[in-house]
Nanobody
Framework: QLQLVESGGGLVQSGGSLRLSCAAS????????IGWFRQAPGKEREGLSC????????YYADSVKGRFTISRDNAKSTVYLQMNSLQPEDTAVYYC?????????????????WGQGTQVTVSS
C-alpha cells in the first residue's frame, strides 16, 4: 500500500522553527518529485515548496522563500521541510505529496499521492 506520512508538526512561538518529515512506504520515494502544501481554515491549498526526484530542481513560494528549506534523503525514503522564522500566518495543516512525473511543480493536480497532513500552529 502506497503511503505518505507527515510528522513534526506542533505548536511553536512566533520566530521559532519546526522540521517536518514526509516518510514514504510501499514505494520508492526516489522516483518521485515531492511537494509540500498547506491549507489554513477558509483558505485555498497553497503550494509551498517542491524538490525533483534528482534533487536538481527546487521551488519555493514567495511566502516562504528564505525561511523554509526542502531536502530529501532517498535512502531513508524521507523528505524534510525545515521551517524557520515561523509566523502566525504560517498556521495551517501541512501536507506532502508525491508526483510520478519526477518534476518539481507547485501545482497540486500534478501530484499522485498525498499524506494525511500535520498541524502547525504558530502563536504570537
Amino acid at each position: 500500500q502506497l503511503q505518505l506520512v507527515e510528522s513534526g508538526g506542533g505548536l511553536v512561538q512566533s520566530g521559532g522553527s519546526l522540521r517536518l518529515s514526509c516518510a514514504a512506504s510501499g514505494f520508492a520515494l526516489g522516483y518521485y518529485a515531492i511537494g509540500w502544501f498547506r491549507q489554513a481554515p477558509g483558505k485555498e491549498r497553497e503550494g509551498l515548496s517542491c524538490i525533483s526526484s534528482s534533487e536538481l530542481s527546487t521551488y519555493y513560494a514567495d511566502s516562504v522563500k528564505g525561511r523554509f528549506t526542502i531536502s530529501r534523503d532517498n535512502a531513508k525514503s524521507t523528505v524534510y521541510l525545515q521551517m524557520n522564522s515561523l509566523q502566525p500566518e504560517d498556521t495551517a495543516v501541512y501536507y506532502c505529496a508525491a508526483a510520478s512525473s519526477r518534476s518539481c511543480t507547485p501545482k497540486d493536480y500534478e501530484y499522485d499521492y498525498w499524506g494525511q497532513g500535520t498541524q502547525v500552529t504558530v502563536s504570537s
